[in-house]
C-alpha cells in the first residue's frame, strides 16, 4: 500500500505540498485548514483525502503528517494532536518552517512519532504545480532519524537536494537565508535610492543594476565567494571610498552609516584575497568608522 499523507494548514505551502506529494506517489488522508474552503482546496488539487474540521481527524490515519500552518501556531498545532492521540504510532511529523526546530513538535512523541522539520528554501507566492518550484532547491531536514530518512527521500522525490542540519543550527540557517534573500532586496533598495539621488528614473534604476548583479552572481557561482570580490575595497582603493563617504554624507546622510558598515564587512574579505596592504587596510577602516 501507498503511505499515505496528511496536511495541516492548506495554504499556498500545503497546496503545493498535496500535488506534489502526489505525483511521488504517496496517497492523500486528510487536510484541516483554518477556513474550511483551503482545506478543500487542497484535497481536490491532491484528487482526495478527507476534509476535516478537527486537526486530529485529518491525520489519525496518516503515515506522514505535514504542519504547514503559520509558525505561531504550529507548536499548539502539535500539542493538541498530542492531548488527542490524533497521530498514530510511527507516524512522521514534519513541519515546514525555516526557523523553529523540530523540538517543538516533542509532545507528539508521547504518540510514539517521529518528530522532524523539512523546509524547502524557496519562495512561495502562490501555489504551484504542475510546474516544480522544488526542483534544484534545497530542502533542509533535521530532527529523529526517521523523520531525515524520510526528508531526504522526499527531497529525492522533489529533485531538491537535501540538506541534513544540526537542531541547535536551525535558528542560524534560516538567518543566512534571510541575509541571502530578504536583505538582497534591501541592497538593492539602497542601490536604487542612490542612482535616483543622481537623476535616474525610478522606473529605469533596476535596468541599470540587474545586469550588474547577475554578473555578480555568476562570479560567485563560478569563482566562491572571496574571489567574486571586485571594487575599491578589493583595490585598497581608498580615494574612492573616501570620496564614495564625503558624496553620500552630503546628498544622503542617512544612508552613510549603511554604506559603512557594508565597508566593514567587506574588509575582511579584501584582506582574505591578499591584493591589499596592511596599511591601506587600516586607512580604509578608518574612512569607513569615521562619524
Same mark, same amino acid.
Given at each position: 500500500? $501507498?503511505?499515505?499523507?496528511a496536511?495541516?494548514?492548506? +495554504?499556498k505551502? +500545503? %497546496?503545493t505540498?498535496a500535488?506534489?506529494l502526489?505525483?511521488? +506517489?504517496l496517497?492523500p488522508?486528510g487536510?484541516?485548514?483554518?477556513?474550511? =474552503?483551503? =482545506? /478543500?482546496?487542497?484535497?481536490e488539487?491532491?484528487g482526495?483525502?478527507?476534509v476535516?474540521?478537527?486537526?486530529?481527524?485529518a491525520t489519525?490515519d496518516?503515515?506522514i503528517?505535514?504542519?504547514?500552518? *503559520?509558525?505561531d501556531?504550529?507548536?499548539?498545532v502539535?500539542?493538541g494532536?498530542a492531548?488527542? !492521540?490524533?497521530v498514530?504510532?510511527?507516524a512522521?511529523?514534519?513541519?515546514?518552517?525555516? %526557523?523553529?526546530p523540530?523540538?517543538i513538535?516533542?509532545?507528539?512523541?508521547?504518540c510514539?512519532? /517521529?518528530?522532524g522539520s523539512? /523546509? *524547502?528554501?524557496?519562495?512561495?507566492?502562490?501555489p504551484?504545480?504542475?510546474?516544480? *518550484?522544488? &526542483?534544484?532547491?534545497?530542502?533542509a531536514g533535521?530532527?529523529d532519524?526517521?523523520?531525515?530518512?524520510?526528508?531526504?527521500?522526499?527531497?529525492?522525490g522533489? &529533485?531538491?537536494?537535501? @540538506?541534513?542540519?544540526?537542531?541547535?543550527?536551525?535558528?542560524?540557517?534560516?538567518?543566512? =537565508?534571510?541575509?541571502?534573500?530578504?536583505?538582497?532586496?534591501?541592497?538593492m533598495?539602497?542601490?536604487t535610492?542612490? @542612482?535616483?539621488?543622481?537623476?535616474?528614473?525610478?522606473?529605469?534604476t533596476l !535596468?541599470?543594476?540587474?545586469?550588474?548583479v547577475?554578473?555578480? @552572481?555568476n562570479?560567485?557561482?563560478?569563482r566562491g565567494?572571496?574571489?567574486?570580490?571586485? +571594487?575599491?575595497?578589493a583595490?585598497?582603493d581608498?580615494?574612492?571610498?573616501?570620496? /564614495?563617504?564625503? !558624496?553620500?554624507?552630503e546628498?544622503?546622510p542617512?544612508m552613510?552609516?549603511?554604506?559603512?558598515?557594508?565597508g566593514?564587512?567587506?574588509? *575582511?574579505?579584501? $584582506?582574505?584575497?591578499g591584493?591589499?596592504?596592511?596599511?591601506?587596510?587600516?586607512a580604509?577602516?578608518?574612512?569607513?568608522? $569615521?562619524?
Open positions: 500500500m $501507498k503511505a499515505t499523507f496536511i495541516l494548514g492548506c +495554504g505551502v +500545503g %497546496v505540498l500535488w506534489h502526489v505525483n511521488i +506517489g496517497a488522508a487536510f484541516a485548514s483554518r477556513r474550511s =474552503a483551503s =482545506a /478543500h482546496a487542497a484535497a488539487t491532491a482526495g483525502g478527507r476535516c474540521r478537527e486537526a486530529g481527524e489519525k496518516a503515515d503528517v505535514f504542519i504547514t500552518t *503559520p509558525d501556531v504550529i507548536q499548539s502539535a500539542e494532536l492531548g488527542r !492521540k490524533g498514530k504510532r510511527g512522521v511529523v514534519l513541519h515546514c518552517s525555516g %526557523v523553529l523540530s523540538t513538535l516533542a509532545d507528539l512523541r508521547r510514539g512519532a /517521529h518528530i523539512l /523546509h *524547502p528554501l524557496q519562495s512561495f507566492a502562490a504551484t504545480f504542475p510546474a516544480n *518550484p522544488f &526542483q534544484g532547491i534545497v530542502m533535521e530532527g532519524d526517521a523523520a531525515l530518512a524520510l526528508g531526504r527521500e522526499i527531497a529525492s522533489f &529533485q531538491a537536494v537535501f @540538506l541534513p542540519i544540526e537542531t541547535a543550527h536551525k535558528t542560524l540557517y534560516h538567518a543566512a =537565508a534571510v541575509v541571502a534573500s530578504n536583505y538582497l532586496v534591501t541592497l533598495a539602497a542601490a535610492r542612490m @542612482l535616483e539621488g543622481c537623476g535616474i528614473a525610478s522606473e529605469d !535596468k541599470v543594476l540587474l545586469p550588474l547577475r554578473g555578480t @552572481l562570479n560567485i557561482e563560478n565567494v572571496a574571489a567574486a570580490l571586485t +571594487g575599491p575595497i583595490r585598497g581608498l580615494d574612492t571610498v573616501e570620496a /564614495h563617504c564625503r !558624496k553620500i554624507g546628498a544622503l542617512d552613510l552609516p549603511f554604506y559603512q558598515l557594508l566593514q564587512y567587506t574588509l *575582511p574579505l579584501a $584582506k582574505a584575497g591584493g591589499v596592504d596592511t596599511a591601506t587596510l587600516r580604509l577602516e578608518e574612512v569607513l568608522t $569615521k562619524t
